[in-house]
């Protein structure tokens, strides 16, 4: 196969990923992707860096095996934890990756900020030299969130579960009005409404999404990678769990966050689900 006509690998270590796969697939409306959700060893937020370091290196090798001509790291923890590491290892491949998206909400003038994401994500030194960077005259308040990913993984059976520790969570945070939340995990966009339920605040929310396709476009448009066309348009969905539920999640996620947003893009002709 042509490298132009490849698919581009997106990789979280679960569900979480698809958040982000939405805007990849509208705003590359000629790509296919391979997305491979690590649910099988999900959540990584609290793992060791290194136990991420080595999921995250056996995803790239499970996706080069679908000859990915771009590599998306969809989860913020195995970004912080993996990236420069994996850039190391793969020189040829093209590897843009999630990080929480504190710097947009400045450049947005953004006064008080509140930063969710895991712990991992939060204590690795990428995120500390940005938070040290953007302090001083405005307010950043971080806010590790155990357990949320891992509740947000089981799908709608445990929105309860999700509310309360959401609740929990929350109540602990300054009491700040926030003007800006950076949703710095992916899993956490699928429960943004009820995030926004306990900040009266009304605060603008960032994932850095759009800037991470804008980026993975310029990189694939330098090496001259970017498809211009593409009548049948095809996705794959991979995941480690053996759990059928898991796979279901990733397709109704991605359909209807998909289908709610089509105006970038054109519905995929081909979906398809396997177990890996
Ligand atoms: N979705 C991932 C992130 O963006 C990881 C969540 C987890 O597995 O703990 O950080």
Redesign the pocket.
């Known amino acids: 196969m042509n490298k132009v006509d490849s698919p581009i690998g997106v990789f979280?270590?679960?569900v979480?990923?698809i958040s982000t796969l939405k805007v990849l697939a509208t705003m590359l409306p000629h790509e296919d992707f391979v997305f491979f959700g690590d649910s099988g060893n999900?959540?990584?937020?609290?793992k060791r860096r290194e136990e991420v370091q080595r999921l995250t290196d056996n995803a790239v090798q499970k996706l080069l095996k679908h000859h990915i001509k771009g590599m998306v790291i969809?989860?913020?923890?195995?970004t912080s934890a993996a990236k420069p590491m994996l850039i190391e290892r793969y020189p040829d491949l093209t590897i843009v990756g999630?990080e929480p998206a504190l710097k947009e909400a400045v450049d947005n003038g953004a006064r008080n900020i509140l930063v969710m994401?895991?712990p991992?994500?939060l204590a690795m030194p990428k995120f500390q030299k940005q938070l040290h960077l953007f302090s001083g005259e405005r307010h950043i308040e971080t806010l590790p969130c155990s357990g949320l990913?891992?509740l947000i993984?089981c799908g709608a059976q445990r929105l309860d579960d999700v509310r309360d520790l959401l609740r929990r969570l929350l109540s602990t945070t300054s009491g700040t009005r926030f003007d800006a939340v950076v949703l710095?995990?992916?899993?956490y966009p699928f429960v943004k409404k009820l995030i926004a339920d306990y900040i009266p605040s009304q605060p603008r929310f960032y994932t850095g999404y759009e800037g991470l396709t804008r980026h993975l476009t310029h990189l694939l448009g330098d090496a001259k990678l970017l498809r211009t066309s593409n009548p049948d348009r095809h996705i794959e969905f991979l995941s480690s769990s053996v759990n059928p539920h898991e796979t279901d999640l990733y397709r109704e996620l991605f359909t209807s966050s998909f289908e709610s947003s089509t105006q970038f893009g054109r519905p995929y002709t081909y979906l398809s689900i396997s177990h890996e």
């Open positions: 979280d270590s679960g979480g990923g999900a959540p990584y937020g609290e969809a989860c913020n923890t195995a999630i994401a895991t991992l994500t990913a891992g993984e710095g995990c992916t899993h």
